[in-house]
C-alpha cells in the first residue's frame, strides 16, 4: 500500500502491528508508544520530513482512547492531575513544534535530538529502578514503587483540592503534590513533547513517579489524557502552519492515513495494555521500558560517528 503523503509504501499489517506491540509495552507506564514510533517511521520506514511530528500525533489522537477508556472504567484517574498536566503542556506543545518546523527540519539534527531525549528519559526510568532495588529490605511496598503491586480494589478518590495543592487517595495510602511546580514542570515538558511529537503527557508520566512520588497506577490515565488533548491541539496546529508561510518551505501536513493505521494498531494496545498493568509490578514495568528506550538512543547518537 502507498502512502502519497509521507511516500511510505508498505503493507499496511506492518505498521499496523508495529504499533500494537509498542503501545501494548508502554502504555502500563501511561506512555502512548509515540516516543518509540517516532523512530520506527524514520529509519524503518524512511519517513523523515517534518510532516513525521504531526503523522505521530495522529497515532496518538487514534491511539490512546483505548487505554484512556480502560483506566475510567476502572476508577483509576486523577482528574485534577490531568487537568493540570494539560494546563501545562498545551501551550509549550505550539512553542515547541514552531521550533521543530524552524530549527530540526534536517533529518540528522532530527536524529540528534530524537537520541538525546530518548537517552535521558531512559536512563531517568533505570535510575528509578535502580534506586528501588537498592531500597532497604524493611521499608514497605508503595502502590507504584518498583517492589509494590496493585493494591486489591485499588481507585483513586480526590480528597482535597486547591490552587497550591492536590490531594487523593489509593490502596488505602494518600498521595499529594503542589498545582505551581507541577504546571511549570508540564510546561518545559510541553516544549520537548512538541518538538518531539509525542503531545507532552508521555514524557511527563516518570516525573511524576521520579519527583513527586506518585503510584505508576494513578499517573498512567492522567498522562494518556495529557497526550490526547494536546496531540489533537498539535495535529490542528500543524494543519494551520502548512497554510503560513512558515510552513511553505517544509512539508508539515501529516500523513493523514499513515496515522490513522498506526492508530488502529495503538488502539486496541493501549487497551491492552492498560487492561494489563494491574497484574505488572512497577519494576519490571520501568527496567523493560528504560532498557529499550536507552538503546534506541545509543542507535541514533551512534550516527554521530
Do not use: H
Amino acid at each position: 500500500m502507498y502512502f502519497p503523503v509521507s511516500g511510505v509504501e508498505v503493507n499496511p499489517l506492518f505498521p499496523l502491528l508495529a504499533a500494537f506491540f509498542i503501545s501494548l509495552l508502554t502504555t502500563p507506564a501511561g506512555v502512548s508508544g509515540a516516543f518509540l514510533l517516532l523512530p520506527f517511521q524514520v529509519s524503518v520506514l524512511g519517513f523523515t520530513s517534518p510532516a513525521v511530528s504531526p503523522t505521530n500525533l495522529i497515532y496518538n489522537v487514534v491511539a490512546t482512547p483505548g487505554g484512556i477508556y480502560r483506566y475510567v472504567r476502572e476508577r483509576r484517574i486523577v482528574w485534577p492531575l490531568a487537568w493540570t498536566v494539560v494546563l501545562g503542556t498545551l501551550p509549550g506543545v505550539f512553542v515547541g513544534a514552531v521550533l521543530r518546523v524552524r530549527y530540526l527540519a534536517d533529518p540528522r539534527a532530527f536524529k540528534v535530538f530524537v537520541g538525546c531525549v530518548l537517552l535521558y528519559l531512559g536512563a531517568r526510568l533505570l535510575l528509578e529502578a535502580l534506586g528501588r532495588l537498592r531500597a532497604p529490605a524493611q521499608r514497605p511496598p508503595e502502590a507504584g514503587s518498583g517492589e509494590g503491586r496493585f493494591p486489591v480494589g485499588g481507585v483513586v478518590r480526590t480528597t482535597s483540592i486547591s490552587p497550591r495543592r492536590i490531594e487523593y487517595e489509593f490502596g488505602g495510602r494518600r498521595f499529594s503534590f503542589d498545582t505551581i511546580p507541577a504546571l511549570l514542570l508540564s510546561l518545559v515538558v510541553g516544549v520537548i513533547g512538541g518538538i518531539y511529537s509525542i503531545g507532552g503527557g508521555s514524557i511527563i508520566a516518570p516525573f511524576f513517579v521520579l519527583i513527586f512520588g506518585l503510584p505508576v497506577y494513578t499517573v498512567a490515565g492522567a498522562a494518556l489524557i495529557a497526550t490526547f488533548l494536546t496531540s489533537a491541539a498539535g495535529v490542528a496546529f500543524y494543519q494551520l502552519l502548512a497554510a503560513t508561510d512558515l510552513g511553505a518551505g517544509a512539508t508539515v501536513a501529516p500523513d493523514w492515513l499513515l496515522g490513522t493505521v498506526f492508530g488502529i494498531g495503538g488502539l486496541a494496545g493501549t487497551y491492552a495494555g492498560a487492561r494489563a498493568q494491574r497484574y505488572l509490578p512497577d519494576l519490571w514495568i520501568r527496567v523493560v521500558l528504560g532498557s529499550l528506550v536507552v538503546l534506541l538512543a545509543l542507535s541514533y547518537l551512534g550516527e554521530l560517528f
